[in-house]
């Protein structure tokens, strides 16, 4: 098992600046991908970005590359969403996910899921 717990969503005005945080407990962390989908209103759930065990692999949405970046600390059991040049359209609860896959941009893969956090972007 592995519990995900994810932090520093809020409130901020278009074009600010978030940084979401997820740690993990329970199995080696390092033994995972990890993830990081939203959750819009209404929408399915989406991918964000994802990043390779070791940290050395990332992949993100077409609609955050230039604006989002993935990283993770495997000595802190953490992975990082800093999020840069906000839109509403990013309004969303953020979720980071953990997969035994060397790394995965497919929902179905991950197995652990956090509570998520809530980001709210306003116009």
């Known amino acids: 098992q592995v519990q995900l717990v994810e932090s520093g969503g809020g409130l901020v005005q278009a074009g600010g600046s978030l940084r979401l945080s997820c740690t993990a407990s329970?199995?080696?962390?390092?033994?995972?991908?990890m993830g990081w989908f939203r959750q819009a209103p209404g929408k399915e759930r989406e991918f964000v970005a994802t990043i390779s065990r070791s940290g050395g692999i990332t992949h993100s949405a077409d609609s955050v590359k230039g604006r989002f970046t993935i990283s993770r600390d495997n000595a802190k059991n953490t992975v990082y969403l800093q999020m840069n040049s906000l839109k509403p359209e990013d309004t969303a609860v953020y979720y980071c996910?953990?997969?035994?896959?060397?790394?995965?941009?497919?929902?179905?893969?991950?197995?652990?899921w956090g509570q998520g956090t809530q980001v709210t972007v306003s116009s």
């Open positions: 996910a953990a997969s035994p896959r060397s790394i995965s941009t497919m929902r179905y893969e991950y197995n652990y």
């Open positions: 329970g199995r080696t962390f390092s033994a995972y991908a």
